[in-house]
């Protein structure tokens, strides 16, 4: 496992005068605090409290996992009980898990690229050989994967897309392609995982249902969290896995781990949920700030940004993606960056295999407006400089 270059030059970005785009994080101004106390209290002070305090069983709280089996089929018209949910702490442990469960050393894991720099780090670490397929504004071209496919010697053990405003692009995933990756996949016998934390988050464009519950797939492998719906510091994730065979592994894997996910923000998270509407009313104000925020950012790009920049336009999410004239290497660009005060994520470390050096993320969510317009100015400011 390898230290980060890039995490140690963004500690210096957290000092309060650096206006950070680095970050993928929601705006803490919206976290629901005090709805969030009064489940707590509720949680607590309830029949049910002193079971929220205790251990509990592996695959997660059952109500919880009735009403994801619920919200999944509401939102992504995904059919599973409540049997096929384990309750995670947070998505990224799942990533964990169906790393630890499904890959040997030297095994194929097939992506967008760029890719989640988190998933990436976990295939990594159970030394997994990732593979990063063209991929363009409307995500992971399904000709690459067919051709991949077809001449691999090997065939992956997974291929992880995130259809949905993807980390660290912004883009989605066309109904037309996720149609064909579905059938590609089904045909050369290779499952999906399919990670969604954004797709509630959406702004613009139509809302997709999930990959597994397209013509020809195979088992499905979902994950949703709580993190950008509700609050990231809760941990409380979800993975809907319909092979029984898979979930047990994945259960016993996550029984060694850490036992369980929290008794207490399981259910926590189950009545702030179980509240009629809070969470759509919740979910409707993080969507028009953020959809601001994001309209905001787009307009300083056509502003501030010389000739030779291209950009992402995302229908959601956090982030949005830019590519600048290939004579700017981003990780070097960032050292200037910090000193002016302004910050991002250089694009090098998300790319599989060769980086493309004159990208960068952007992060939208957890900036003001006043701090988007500044930091924008700013970064053009910058990148002008470096040309
Ligand atoms: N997957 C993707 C694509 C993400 O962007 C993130 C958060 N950065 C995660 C998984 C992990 O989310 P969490 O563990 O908070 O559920």
Not at 119 to 131: G, K, P, R, T
Not at 310 to 334: E, H, R, Y
Request: net charge neutral; hydrophobic share 45%.
């Amino acid at each position: 496992m390898k230290p980060s270059a890039i995490r140690e030059i963004l500690k210096v970005t957290a000092a309060p005068d650096v206006i950070s785009f680095a970050g993928g994080l929601p705006a803490p101004e919206l976290f629901p605090v005090e709805a969030v106390a009064r489940s707590a209290q509720a949680v607590l002070l309830s029949a049910d409290g002193p079971a929220s305090l205790q251990y509990g069983v592996t695959e997660g709280h059952l109500p919880l996992r009735q009403w994801v089996a619920a919200h999944l089929a509401e939102t992504v018209s995904l059919s599973v009980t409540p049997d096929d949910i384990v309750i995670t702490h947070g998505s990224q442990q799942a990533l964990d898990l169906i790393a630890k469960v499904l890959l040997d050393p030297g095994d194929l894991v097939v992506t967008e690229n760029p890719a989640y720099l988190g998933a990436l780090q976990v295939f990594q670490a159970y030394e997994a050989h990732a593979v990063g397929l063209a991929s363009d504004a409307h995500g992971l071209q399904p000709t690459a994967l067919r051709a991949f496919l077809e001449s691999s010697p090997v065939r992956p053990k997974l291929l992880y897309l995130i259809p949905n405003y993807q980390n660290p692009t912004g883009v989605s995933l066309t109904a037309a392609r996720r149609a064909e990756i579905v059938r590609i996949a089904a045909h050369f016998g290779v499952p999906v995982l399919e990670d969604d934390p954004y797709g509630a988050l959406r702004f613009s464009g139509e809302a997709q249902p999930a990959l597994g519950t397209f013509p020809g797939a195979r088992d499905c492998l979902y994950l949703g969290t709580s993190s950008k719906i509700l609050a990231p510091g809760l941990r409380v994730a979800w993975l809907a896995v319909t092979d029984a065979g898979l979930r047990e592994k994945i259960t016993s894997a996550k029984q060694a781990a850490d036992l369980q996910t929290s008794s207490f923000t399981q259910r926590l998270v189950h009545h702030y949920v179980s509240q009629p509407g809070a969470l759509s009313a919740h979910v409707e104000t993080l969507r028009s700030v953020y959809a601001r925020r994001r309209d905001l950012m787009l307009a300083a790009l056509e502003r501030e940004l010389p000739a030779g920049c291209t950009w992402t336009k995302p229908d959601g999410g956090l982030f949005l993606w830019v590519t600048l004239p290939a004579s700017i290497d981003t990780t070097a660009l960032l050292q200037i960056a910090a000193r002016e005060k302004i910050a991002f994520v250089p694009g090098a470390p998300f790319w599989v295999g060769e980086p493309v050096r004159n990208t960068l993320r952007l992060n939208f969510s957890n900036s003001t407006e006043e701090r988007i317009e500044t930091g924008m100015a700013r970064l053009g400011a910058v990148i002008r400089a470096a040309l």
